[in-house]
Nanobody, 124 residues
């Protein structure tokens, strides 16, 4: 059971990046997949999540709403986070995580599976 995140990098303010999270060893059916981010010395912060239940609903933190879009891949075992209009304060290590809690949780303790982080740096 593994989640693998990738796609981070260095981008200028106002730029875009797309992060990917791929599952192996299990399917994402009945899961919520979330993205969190963490800056050294701060708590891991919930960014967004999406449902792999039938409705596919998506949810966003206020800080990224309107700029980030989470989506499911056609294979239904991948999740993407499209990040547009990036700001320096978006700089962090981004993690994807899986939850079977059955609701769109913002609580990291309700996510059982975690991928390794991918670093996003927004700087000129």
């Amino acid at each position: 059971v593994q989640l693998q995140a990738c796609g981070g990098g260095l981008v200028q303010p106002g730029g875009s990046l797309r992060l990917s999270c791929a599952a192996s060893g299990f399917t994402l059916d009945y899961h919520y997949i979330g993205w969190f981010r963490q800056v050294p010395g701060k708590e891991r912060e919930w960014v967004s999540c999406i449902s792999f239940l039938s409705d596919g609903s998506d949810y966003y933190a206020d800080s990224v709403k309107g700029r980030f879009t989470i989506s499911r891949g056609n294979d239904k075992n991948t999740v993407f986070l499209q990040m547009n209009s990036l700001k320096p304060e978006d700089t962090a290590v981004y993690y994807c995580a899986g939850s079977t809690a059955g609701w769109p949780s913002t609580d990291r303790d309700e996510y059982a599976y975690w991928g390794q982080g991918t670093l996003v740096t927004v700087s000129s």
